[in-house]
């Protein structure tokens, strides 16, 4: 159950200034205490999990970038490919006699 939420479906304020349930004040810091550690935790987490985003972002636009050019020299090569070979076929093309 989450703190601040009362079983039974009474809140603080239906039970009136005098009623209203009290906890040592120990038990109050130890809460609180507790809810900032886990505050803290959550916050790291947080941070650890952006910087990797970050580290992934870089990594995938460095990626993009590769592709990129992969396929600039993939497009060179195949007209250097053909090229060659349009050569090689007009070698070896007999002479009209």
Not at 56 to 73: D, G, H, P
């Amino acid at each position: 159950m989450c703190y601040g939420q009362q079983r039974g479906g009474f809140s603080n304020d239906s039970l009136g200034p005098s009623r209203r349930p009290t906890r040592p004040a120990t038990g109050n810091a130890a809460v609180v205490e507790d809810l900032r550690g886990r505050l803290a935790e959550t916050e790291a987490r947080l941070a650890r999990a952006r910087a990797r985003e970050a580290d992934l972002s870089r990594r995938l636009e460095e990626m993009k970038r590769f592709v990129s050019v992969m396929e600039i020299l993939e497009t060179y090569l195949k007209r250097r490919f053909i090229e060659q070979q349009e050569h090689v076929a007009h070698l070896f093309t007999p002479l009209p006699p």
